[in-house]
């Protein structure tokens, strides 16, 4: 029988701001900010492999576009995307 995955214990310094919002999330969701915190770590990944998936997507439109129009919009969202406006 596979054991099952267990949590990992880390040690972070967030800022007074951000930590002020965290609690404050918590008490109104009247849930523990360990709690608030993972859900915003997996809304925060899940962002992360959605950004990269619609990045490859653009790419490979860019790839097999014979449009300059298109192919010169979609260079600029992907460089957009990349290094930022």
């Keep these: 029988m596979a054991k099952p995955a267990r949590g990992l214990r880390l040690s972070v310094t967030i800022p007074a701001a951000i930590a002020k919002r965290i609690r ?3 008490k109104m ?3 523990s900010v360990n ?6 770590l997996e809304a925060g990944l899940q962002f992360k ?7 490859l997507a653009m790419a490979n439109q860019l790839a097999e576009s014979s449009n300059p129009a298109e192919r010169q919009r979609l ?3 992907l460089a957009r995307i990349t290094f930022g406006e």
Aim: aromatic fraction near 4%; charge should be neutral; proline fraction near 0%.
């Design 35 to 40: 709690r608030i915190l993972v859900d915003l």
């Design 24 to 26: 404050a999330m918590a």
């Design 75 to 77: 260079q600029k969202e």
């Design 29 to 31: 969701h009247k849930t």
């Design 49 to 55: 492999d959605a950004e990269k998936e619609r990045f």
